[in-house]
């Protein structure tokens, strides 16, 4: 599983203006390209622009990176050129149960940065001990974890909740599972905030 993560800095309005043409346009196009699993996207509290994809390997997604170039250009130009980018294989995932990714359907999205991420046994029993911390958390609908392909010492965590505050505990309860293992990891909120945009396969 592969997970992509681009952030649009300082344009966080216009997630909502282009809400409702990239659920019935961009949506249905990724849905009908092989290996897709998940899209959303959010205008962050922090201010910018936040769009994730989720694909069975990055060779999905370079096969299909072509034609949602081309909707995007055509439809939605702000969103063509990310300030930042964080990608990766996902190495854990849990869910609560499969989203529908419905239109109707919007979750809390929370990202978390993580730096001096152990590597080997060590990563293995983090993941494990953050995995059981967050699905014991009421509102708890998914998680992803995942390494930076350019930089392997930096990591990030993709939380999906029913609300902001069911979010905040679970980080929370992540926070302490991560420095009950190792007090030397620096975790960061990089962006929240609720779906404008979700799409699952």
């Excluded at 994730?52 to 949602?68: P, T, V, Y």
């Excluded at 050129?81 to 529908?100: I, K, N, Y």
Aim: hydrophobic share 40%; aromatic share 6%; with cysteine.
């Amino acid at each position: 599983m592969y997970l992509n993560i681009h952030r649009y800095a300082g344009i966080a309005a216009k997630i909502g203006e282009r809400a409702a043409i990239t659920q019935q346009g961009l949506v249905p196009l990724l849905k009908g390209q092989p290996g897709f699993l998940g899209y959303a996207a959010f205008a962050s509290e922090q201010g910018d622009g936040i769009s994730l994809h989720i694909w069975e390997n990055a060779d999905a997604l370079a096969h299909s990176r072509e034609k949602i170039r081309a909707w995007v250009q055509t439809n939605s130009p702000a969103f063509l050129d990310p300030a930042e980018r964080f990608h990766g294989e996902v190495t854990h995932h849990a869910l609560a149960a499969p989203q529908s990714g419905d239109q109707g359907q919007s979750l809390y999205c929370m990202i978390r940065q993580s730096d001096n991420v152990p590597t080997g046994a060590g990563e293995h029993t983090l993941r494990s001990d953050l995995t059981d911390a967050v699905q014991k958390v009421s509102g708890f609908r998914g998680i992803y974890f995942l390494r930076n392909q350019e930089d392997t010492t930096r990591a990030a965590s993709v939380l999906f909740c029913d609300t902001r505050e069911h979010a905040t505990a679970a980080h929370q309860a992540a926070l302490a599972a991560t420095h009950k293992n190792d007090k030397q990891i620096i975790v960061r909120v990089a962006a929240s905030g609720q779906t404008a945009v979700l799409g699952m396969a």
